[in-house]
């Protein structure tokens, strides 16, 4: 399909920026029953969108010679959520409408105000910007509405998210009643819905967003690891790929500079965005990853509103998504204008189920890996220098004459040595990572113990889950009974009938002689030595461990009921609550 029924100044713009058919998006909303209605559009980011909003108001702007109309105030008003946004959106619509005529003026915070309003004074056709920076230009005069013929909201759910809902609404109630509302939102909550009924009518429904996942451009992978290795992850998940731009999101700006500083240390060059640079902070890092001077962009979810980065082709969620529509927003970076990519969401463990259920919402289907090991990411290496070395390469004279010298001094296998390690230097050392698989998680359940833990014995109680066994509460007991205090007890293992614990060697005997003489009055809950300890983990009836035996495996056995630390259990063997008594008799 190709472009048709559009005015010659817009067809040849297209055609110079080398559009040769139309996106989807762009597609419907050139549609005769779209022409000159309210549209309400799901769009994913990356869909070419700003050029479709461009083709949908351009009825409105030009007259029958394809040039813009003469107007004493804004015939079109585009509202985005951030200063990146605004500023993209601008720079497309200028090429677009170039050769119309149309003056184009944007409007965004952390701008010269008083410059913008030089320039709304001066006349502009399109006025671009942010909702709170639109706001004050409305309020101080300098920006009129009231020839407004077309209203453009850009990812309106996102801006409805970031709090602008008030903002809108006064621009919007500032507009003409006849003017025409385009509402661009790449998901359509509850908010969205009222907006638009509320501000639009008979506004055709326009959906480009697929069905069977959020982003048919995009692969999503999901990599589970320990929760203290998540910028291990980072690191290998980068040298694995080694894109040309990648993009990694974190959740607050403190954790973007910590990520930052991280990988830089490591040699990566890495530029962050977050709400705490400036404006031309901001630019500078973008023109970096423009300029390739940066490969990797540590980022907030609003910092990182607009950006639209040719080679980026890797989205790494280092923190989750806080929902769906944010999971979409963020990966919607990558896997732009036909153009492949890949997402990687770092699962903690314990947040796996969280993580499935975000991703059903979504309708994405996401592969479940393990992080790459420091072996595959060297056998990549390995392949991408090969073939990097072996690549045809233009030289020149100068080149040729210091070859000639290197090879005077050096045999060729003793500069080919030197080329890879020059090469294999560059590149940051990948991360030994936790293993992530059952079995992997289990032996390091196995091999973390304390200090002074190595030989131990274990004791055996007879109550367990069933009888509201909490280490709470046993704990105490043990200490109360054996004359020993809490750091002289290892792991503690509750099964459902049963109870089992370690003491280190060296104090096994008295602990049991201790038991012995204070058995008076608890004989309902019997202390006595174990001579093979627990069964295996995983083996019916195994216990859990407690909070002596490190962290605990997420989804491994029920958890207990949960009680009431300050009562004892209740069932068969009613075992007393710790109690402070005064020093044993002797």
Same mark, same amino acid.
């Given at each position: ?133 639109? &706001? $004050?230009? %409305? !309020? ?8 407004? *013929?077309?209203?453009? @909201?850009?990812? =309106? ?7 602008? &809902? $008030?903002? %809108? !609404? ?8 006849? *003017?025409?509302?385009? @509402?661009?939102? =790449? ?400």
């Amino acid at each position: 399909m190709e472009f048709q029924n559009l005015p010659a100044l817009l067809s040849e713009a297209l055609a110079t920026r080398g559009y040769a058919a139309p996106t989807p998006v762009q597609a419907a909303v050139l549609e005769p029953e779209a022409l000159g209605r309210d549209l309400v559009v799901s769009a994913q980011t990356g869909s070419g969108k700003t050029v479709a909003f461009g083709l949908a108001m351009a009825g409105d702007l030009l007259g029958g010679d394809g040039r813009v109309v003469p107007a004493r105030a804004p015939l079109a008003l585009i509202i985005a959520p951030t200063r990146e946004l605004a500023l993209q959106v601008s720079r497309e619509l200028m090429w677009l409408f170039g050769q119309t005529g149309a003056r184009i003026a944007t409007c965004v915070g952390g701008m010269d105000a008083s410059k913008e309003r030089r320039q709304l004074s001066h006349g502009a056709h399109i006025v671009v910007g942010t909702p709170g920076r639109l &706001r $004050d230009h %409305l !309020e101080r005069g300098a920006l009129d509405l009231s020839a407004l *013929r077309a209203a453009v @909201l850009d990812e =309106a759910d996102e801006m409805l998210d970031m709090g602008f &809902r $008030d903002d %809108l !609404e006064h621009i919007l109630d500032a507009t003409p009643n006849e *003017r025409r509302t385009l @509402l661009f939102s =790449a998901t359509m909550p509850k908010p969205i819905v009222a907006l638009a009924r509320r501000y639009q009518k008979d506004a055709l429904r326009i959906s480009t967003v697929g069905e069977d996942r959020g982003h048919g451009d995009i692969a999503y992978q999901c990599v589970t690891i320990s929760p203290s290795d998540i910028e291990h992850a980072c690191i290998n998940l980068l040298r694995f790929h080694e894109a040309e731009t990648a993009m990694l999101f974190c959740a607050t700006r403190d954790n973007v500079r910590h990520l930052h500083a991280t990988l830089v240390e490591r040699g990566f060059s890495a530029v962050a965005l977050s709400g705490e640079h400036s404006q031309s902070e901001r630019n500078h890092a973008l023109q970096a990853l423009r300029d390739r001077r940066a490969r990797v962009c540590v980022a907030t979810d609003v910092a990182a509103r607009g950006i639209d980065l040719p080679t980026l082709s890797l989205v790494i969620h280092v923190e989750l998504p806080r929902d769906a529509e944010a999971l979409q927003h963020r990966s919607g970076r990558t896997g732009r204008a036909g153009k492949k990519g890949t997402a990687v969401l770092l699962v903690p463990y314990p947040r796996r189920r969280r993580v499935e259920m975000m991703l059903r919402g979504a309708r994405i289907e996401a592969e479940w890996i393990d992080a790459p090991t420091p072996e595959t990411i060297r056998a990549n290496d390995r392949e991408r220098l090969l073939a990097a070395l072996l690549a045809p390469v233009e030289t020149d004279d100068e080149d040729a004459a210091l070859a000639e010298r290197l090879l005077a001094e050096k045999s060729p296998q003793e500069i080919a040595a030197a080329l890879v390690h020059a090469h294999r230097a560059a590149m940051p050392q990948p991360e030994e990572m936790i293993d992530q698989s059952s079995a992997g998680r289990q032996a390091a359940q196995q091999e973390r113990h304390r200090p002074g833990f190595d030989d131990i014995a274990w004791f055996h109680m007879d109550i367990g889950r069933r009888q509201n066994a909490d280490p709470r509460w046993v704990l105490p007991l043990i200490c109360r009974r054996g004359h020993i205090t809490k750091n002289e007890i290892g792991a503690i293992r509750i099964g459902p009938n049963e109870t089992f614990f370690q003491v280190p060697s060296a104090i096994a005997a008295k602990f049991a002689a201790a038991v012995a003489r204070t058995t008076e009055g608890d004989e309902d809950v019997r202390i006595e030595p174990s001579r093979d300890g627990p069964p295996p983990q995983g083996a019916g009836g195994g216990g859990r461990p407690s909070h002596h035996s490190g962290p605990r495996p997420s989804g491994e056995g029920r958890p207990p009921q949960r009680r009431d630390p300050s009562r004892p259990p209740s069932g068969p063997h009613k075992a007393k609550p710790y109690q402070r008594k005064g020093p044993p008799q002797r």
